[in-house]
């Protein structure tokens, strides 16, 4: 581990403290714990601790962004509201996330079960392997949550206690920043406006009716308070192992609009389209996994649509509403991925970068006409009918 031997031993000794858990009695005693850093993630530490064949996951959240740096603050108490939301997931959805151990307040470090087999899923689609199973998975569980915390569904005791424990907290803050602000505004300096792309950038930033629909996405994800939502469900906060998966980093947890996560999801699908429709070698192979892609977005929406009964209002009304806000919230992320601060490793070459902003910007033009996950397809991707 990188951090030294100050953090080696906070940890050995916040291992000992837990040692009466079950999962984490072989950590007591003389010290031969293996500490690794296995984190890629743009926010926090996670380290895999080894001992006598027992191993877990610790997770600890330095004051500020790590991948922007010092000069960015950040709340660390973060890990509490992931551990919050790791016990309800895991109580609503079972075997959908890691089983959470504990959250050490002191210490501000989140434990967890290891998925030692799991590999992260964004990584995966990259290099063209996915389980249509997986991906049924991940929208039933998903589904699940929503459904089972959905306003329409619960007592309005049950939904205060939600809100209580889940706030708005300064992630929610950050996402309003960074996917729905700063990416809309071309003289923040936190955006990535590389020179690959500075002919695709009028489309953007030279369009009221873009830069209008953005901030009404941002009103939706600020005001839409209907169930417990995931906040950052892009592929690489799924870890997968065949047709499993698992659901990890749950600390921009809050009480949103269910159509946020799956817009990011289907966004986060696109990515991983474009990517591999602008490899040129092999290109069957290639384009066969794209087209994998598109009925991965097809199956999320229909399998999570089984899960997620609730509605207010008018059944149908209520879901073409939801389809809408999907467009809205997937035009969003599939422009910030690419401006913004935080680029995804799917989009690899200009075009592919190219296409992902065209894409948002034609879902946030055309997100009101969109009701369906076909006709969302259609307008992101250019497909005919
Ligand atoms: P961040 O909050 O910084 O985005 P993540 O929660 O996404 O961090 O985790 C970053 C990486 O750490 C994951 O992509 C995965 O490789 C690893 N990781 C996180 N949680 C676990 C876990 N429970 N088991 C195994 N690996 C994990
Ligand atoms: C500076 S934005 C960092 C991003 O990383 C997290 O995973 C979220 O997606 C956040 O928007
Ligand atoms: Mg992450």
Known sequence: MESGDKDHAMFIDLLDKYSQLDQLKSFSGP????????????????????KSGQSIILK?????????????PLDPSRGQTEFDALCVFSDLAPRSVPQPYFYDKESRTLCMKDLLKYKDFRKQLISGVCSMAAVKKLARDIGKVHNKT?????????????????QDTELVTLTEQ?????????CDATNKLT??????????????????????????????????????????????????????????????????????LLANYIFSYYGHMSIPEDHDRHRKFAQLMIEACKVTVNKYLKEMKSFVGELQSYQDKLL??????AGCELIRRVVGAAPVEDLHSPYSKQDALGAGVRLLLG??????????????LMLTH
């Open 178 to 186: 960074y996917i729905f602000t700063k990416p809309f505004d071309k």
């Open 324 to 329: 809408s806000e999907m467009a809205g919230f």
């Open 60 to 72: 600890r959240a330095p004051p500020y962004i790590k991948c922007l740096g010092p000069e960015y």
């Open 31 to 50: 010290d031969t714990t293996v500490l690794t850093s296995v984190g890629d993630g743009n926010l926090n530490d996670v380290i895999r601790a080894k």
């Open 367 to 380: 997100r009101h006409n969109i009701t369906t996950v076909d006709k969302l397809l259609v307008i992101a």
């Open 150 to 166: 959905h306003v329409a569904k619960i007592s309005e005791k049950r939904f205060s206690e939600y809100k209580n424990k889940f």
């Open 195 to 264: 020179d690959d792309i500075s002919s695709s950038l009028p489309q953007l930033y030279d369009d009221p009716r873009v830069l209008d629909v953005a901030k009404d996405m941002k009103h939706i994800f600020l005001t839409k308070k209907e169930c417990l939502v995931h906040g950052d469900l892009h592929t690489g906060s799924v870890m997968v192992d065949g047709a499993n998966t698992k659901i990890i980093d749950l600390e921009f947890a809050y009480m949103g609009p269910p159509a946020f996560d799956i817009g990011l």
